[in-house]
């Protein structure tokens, strides 16, 4: 039973017992707040006392040292042996990759590979973990590859390096040798070539042969030619024929092989830095050289080569050639025992090439690529005059008035020639597969005019071609006005008789 203490005292009890528990819940709170101060507290003694340890520095993992614990580091410029703490993982000391090094110059962590460096260019592996680096004055080095790049990297690379340790880290996305050339083949095949049969028939004998029936060359022992040049005024299709010998190989090779295709541009190789010419010249055939690796045919195509492999001692570019050309033929000697590198040079001036290129075993066969006659004209016109267009007349009568206009007389130039006798050309002197292609494309403008403004819907007409021609004879690049002898000789093409002064009359 309640006891009279218990009814007079019980809710001030009560009200003790709640507000001690209130107290109780309280003082557990500040226990908890206290607890995390300190431990905040600690943290930033911890912080300020790091802050007064030696700074950390940096180095490059080489190898595991001979004992355990212990691993080869280039660090401060000089390769040392150091202590590796065991809290570092083991199977992440990858050589080169980079590690910080704590108190006592012990290695305390793994960093990953060195984001920054010197930018080279390899020239060729060595094994399977070196390789042979150029920077851009074209001093060699030989470097160790890290682990990703063994796999990946290969002549003409742009790498990243550490060059006081000695390693290349990283494969840039620059390379040098694909600014240079393309490795695709060309879309183009002979059938797209018009006029020129007799010459595609030559490139067939000498260059398709030798791959298509190696046995019988090697049965008559006679070697491949290492090279051919194709020669003449431009715009004549020397360029498209170097494209069709390429897509032609790949389709003989079968099996799935593929010819390769390196398009250098002589212009886009020269480089004022002294030996860069040379070392891109090395490049272009190391990758040559890769690619051939595989049995399959590639094409090293040097356009406009006149640009930089001129005679010796002519005085021009600074006399560059003196180590350009050299450079040239020891690499197109070097390629005897590569029997499926092949070389073709095209060039407008052929006369300042220098002989030494031009002799056997080397670009031993040469093609010259005229002008088109009439009936060649006619020829090439049938590739760009099809009846996938809309045509108002039969496709045999347009094409017999785009080549009648382009033949029809009409003087351009007057020539004075070094025994003082004249020449009179005309506009169809300058005729070339590029002029013919530029004057239909010119007569398909028209005719979309015409249909536009409603004036015809028929299609293309003859009088769209005579009027295309007259404006590509107007406004052709391929014959600017100038009197400058020399040009006029690249432009015409012409051999013998040199040309002293030129007028323009057209």
């Given at each position: 039973?309640p ?28 226990a ?12 930033l ?8 340890e030696p ?24 390769r ?10 083991p199977?992440?000391?990858?050589p080169?990759t980079m ?16 984001p920054?460096g ?18 851009q ?6 470097v ?5 790049l ?7 690379d ?5 060059a ?19 490795d ?16 595609i ?32 005024p ?23 092989g593929q010819?390769?295709?390196i398009?250098?541009k002589g212009?886009?190789l ?9 070392r ?8 040559a050289r ?7 045919p ?8 006149e640009?930089?492999?001129r005679?010796?001692g002519?005085?021009v ?7 350009v ?11 005897e ?15 300042l090439i220098?002989?030494a ?26 590739r760009?005059?099809?009846?996938a ?10 094409i ?25 050309l ?23 005019k015409?249909?536009l ?12 071609l ?5 404006a590509e ?24 008789k ?9």
């Amino acid at each position: 039973m309640p006891t009279v203490h218990d009814d007079a005292f019980g809710p001030e009890l009560r009200d003790l017992q709640r507000k001690n528990r209130e107290l109780s819940s309280r003082n557990e709170k500040l226990a908890e707040l206290l607890k995390t101060s300190r431990d905040k507290l600690n943290d930033l003694y911890a912080k300020v006392e790091e802050l007064g340890e030696p700074a950390s520095t940096y180095g490059i993992f080489l190898a595991p040292a001979a004992r355990s614990g212990e691993a080869e580091v280039h660090t401060s410029g000089r390769r040392m042996r150091l202590k590796v703490s065991p809290l570092v993982d083991p199977s992440e000391l990858v050589p080169g990759t980079m590690v910080r090094l704590g108190e006592g110059t012990i290695v305390v962590e793994t960093c990953g590979f060195d984001p920054t460096g010197q930018l080279v260019t390899m020239i060729e592996r060595v094994g399977d973990d070196r390789a042979i680096v150029a920077d851009q004055h074209g001093a060699e080095s030989l470097v160790l590859l890290a682990e990703p790049l063994r796999a990946a990297a290969r002549a003409g690379d742009t790498v990243l390096v550490n060059a006081s340790a000695g390693y290349a880290f990283e494969r840039i996305a620059k390379t040098e040798v694909n600014q240079l050339s393309l490795d695709e083949v060309p879309d183009v095949t002979y059938a797209d070539i018009g006029g020129l049969s007799s010459q595609i028939e030559t490139i067939k004998d000498s260059v398709e042969l030798p791959f298509s029936h190696p046995e019988l060359y090697q049965a008559y022992d006679l070697r491949p030619p290492k090279g051919l040049l194709l020669y003449g005024p431009p715009g004549c299709g020397k360029t498209l024929i170097a494209k069709a010998v390429a897509n032609s190989l790949s389709q003989r090779i079968g099996d799935g092989g593929q010819a390769h295709f390196i398009n250098v541009k002589g212009p886009e190789l020269l480089n004022k830095f002294v030996g860069e010419t040379e070392r891109r010249i090395r490049l272009i055939f190391e990758r040559a050289r890769e690619l051939a690796a595989s049995g399959n045919p590639v094409i090293v195509f040097f356009d406009e080569m006149e640009s930089i492999f001129r005679t010796r001692g002519s005085g021009v570019s600074s006399d560059m050639e003196t180590t350009v050309v050299p450079q040239l033929l020891t690499e197109i000697d070097g390629v005897e025992d590569i029997a499926n590198v092949i070389v073709i040079g095209a060039t407008n001036r052929e006369e300042l090439i220098d002989p030494a290129i031009l002799r056997p075993g080397r670009l031993d066969i040469k093609i010259r690529v005229s002008r088109p006659n009439r009936d060649e004209a006619k020829d090439i016109l049938t590739r760009y005059i099809t009846s996938a267009v809309p045509l108002a007349a039969p496709r045999e009568v347009l094409i017999d008035a785009a080549a009648d206009a382009m033949f029809a007389p009409r003087p351009f130039v007057r020539l004075e020639l070094v025994d003082g006798a004249e020449e009179v050309l005309h506009y169809s002197d300058f005729v070339s597969g590029a002029m013919i292609a530029n004057v239909v494309d010119r007569a398909k403008k028209l005719a979309i005019k015409d249909h536009l403004s409603g004036v015809s819907t028929a299609g293309l007409t003859e009088e769209h071609l005579r009027q295309a021609v007259r404006a590509e004879q107007d406004e052709s690049e391929d014959m600017p006005n100038t009197a400058n002898p020399d040009e006029w000789a690249r432009i015409t093409g012409r051999h013998g008789k040199r040309v002293v002064a030129a007028e323009v009359i057209g």
